[in-house]
């Protein structure tokens, strides 16, 4: 795959220039830098919150719950959606701060409570402010998720995930499995499909639907799984039923923008995914190889028909528009 040149942007020219945009929970760290590097979920569970001062603990969250009505001002952009599945993990977000809010509420005593309760009612407002931040982001987002109820898309999802568990393309799939209460993707995500299911997105939009899109993420696992996966979908292996979707990769071209230290850059284009050669993964044997690719082969057996049938559908509203 050709190696892309990576090109910084701001937020207004991505939102400005794309047809369709869809965002996914990691754009929390650039709309907020300090949510993950702080460690605010980790405080909330009190880890560490006795030696920390607790006029910065206060000021953090409070920060933190001002800077998350920034993704709603960007969801309320006409052409921004994102995916139910992403809506889902903003509600266990809200779940597990609502959950300490009541703690404190019911007054447990515990490390994390020993305060005096001048202070207890500090920590417990500047947590309300959180809660009803997140709540609201939350409902939000679920008035900006798209529901695809077609087949053709769900056919995408388990080639996306397929792909994805063969070439392990996500960081948690290199990991022994363990929790970590500062991970904000273990508490709102348990190793979830949400990922494979928002790149099947941007691939469902560009062959079906003919539409341009873009993804805006902070989370560098896209990079992989918007890259490779059209590039396995795409590959000589599965010539012939693949010709359209390649082509469409071109005509309907999706990006994926990363945010990285404040800057939006450019690293998949679509437009510029080639040479489409099949390469085996390294991390399953030469027989699970040959499992993965019959299993492909399957799926778009299936794909095909209902592909040919979209297509027939273009020539014939093309036609009609020439007479």
């Not at 300490?100 to 005096?116: A, H, R, T, V």
């Not at 393309?169 to 499995?177: A, C, D, F, H």
């Not at 059209?230 to 359209?244: K, L, Q, R, T």
Request: net charge positive.
């Amino acid at each position: 795959m050709e190696k892309q040149i990576e090109k910084s942007c701001t937020l207004e020219e991505v939102l400005d220039s794309s047809q369709l945009v869809f965002f996914d929970n990691s754009c929390l760290r650039y709309i907020n830098n300090n949510f993950i590097e702080n460690e605010l979920l980790s405080k909330l569970f009190g880890i560490d919150l006795f030696g920390l001062r607790l006029d910065e603990f206060v000021k953090d969250i409070e920060e933190s719950a001002s800077l998350l009505y920034n993704p709603i001002r960007v969801l309320d952009r006409s052409n921004v959606f994102t995916i139910p599945e992403v809506t889902q993990e903003l509600k266990r977000l809200n779940s597990i701060v609502s959950g300490f809010y009541k703690k404190i509420g019911d007054g447990i005593e515990n490390s994390c409570f020993n305060l005096k309760h001048d202070k207890k009612v500090k920590v417990k407002k500047a947590v309300k402010k959180l809660k009803d931040a997140t709540y609201d982001i939350y409902e939000f987002s679920k008035r900006k998720s798209l529901v695809i109820n077609d087949l053709k898309y769900e056919i995408l999802c388990n080639m996306a995930y397929l792909i994805s568990s063969a070439y392990k393309l996500k960081k948690s799939q290199n990991l022994k499995p363990k929790f970590d209460p500062r991970s904000i993707k273990k508490l709102l995500r348990d190793d979830s499909e949400t990922d494979e299911r928002l790149a099947a997105v941007l691939f469902y939009y560009s062959a079906f639907l003919n539409t341009p899109t873009a993804l805006i993420t902070a989370d560098t696992d896209f990079v992989g799984l918007t890259a490779k996966i059209p590039n396995v979908i795409a590959s000589d292996a599965f010539i012939p039923f693949n010709y359209e979707f390649k082509r469409a990769l071109k005509l309907a071209p999706f990006k994926t923008y990363l945010i990285r230290e404040g800057k939006i850059n450019l690293p998949v284009d679509s437009r510029r995914l080639h040479p489409f050669r099949f390469v085996y993964s390294d991390y399953i044997s030469q027989e699970e190889n040959e499992r993965f690719i019959g299993s492909m082969k399957v799926f778009w057996e299936r794909l095909n028909p209902l592909y040919d049938e979209v297509q027939n559908n273009r020539n014939y509203s093309y036609n009609k528009a020439v007479e």
